[in-house]
């Protein structure tokens, strides 16, 4: 059974950081393509970023120059590192599993999600 824990949110004040990891397990990590999405209250699941097996990466344009993804492949770990959060920030991050290698932004092409973790910007 594949199972992704998230951790690491929070509370921050704007122009802060915090740093969210993914522990996957039960899944053949190296395989497949890995993403964080984030949904805000009343507005849609949408793309944070995600990244390849193999490092590449897609960033959402508003997270630009401020996250970075990566990934430890042995550990079966997944990192957003956000840097300079903005209130608009705020949302629920979740933690997903490509269903293919391909770095994906549409929510369909995840197959597995984790529980998500609060990540609230105080401006």
């Known amino acids: 059974q594949v199972q992704l824990v998230e951790s690491g949110g929070g509370l921050v004040q704007a122009g802060g950081s915090l740093s969210l990891s993914c522990v996957a397990s039960?899944?053949?990590?190296?395989?497949?393509?890995m993403g964080w999405f984030r949904q805000a209250p009343g507005k849609q699941r949408e793309l944070v970023a995600a990244?390849?097996?193999?490092?590449?990466?897609n960033y959402a344009d508003t997270v630009k120059g401020r996250f970075t993804i990566s990934r430890n492949n042995a550990k079966k770990t997944v990192w957003l590192q956000m840097n300079s959060l903005k209130a608009e920030d705020t949302a629920v991050y979740y933690c997903?599993?490509?269903?293919?290698?391909?770095?994906?932004?549409?929510?369909?092409?995840?197959?597995?999600w984790g529980q998500g973790t609060q990540v609230t910007v105080s401006s």
């Open positions: 997903a599993r490509g269903r293919t290698v391909s770095a994906s932004s549409m929510p369909e092409h995840y197959d597995y």
């Open positions: 039960g899944t053949i990590f190296l395989t497949y393509a």
């Open positions: 990244i390849t097996s193999g490092g590449a990466t």
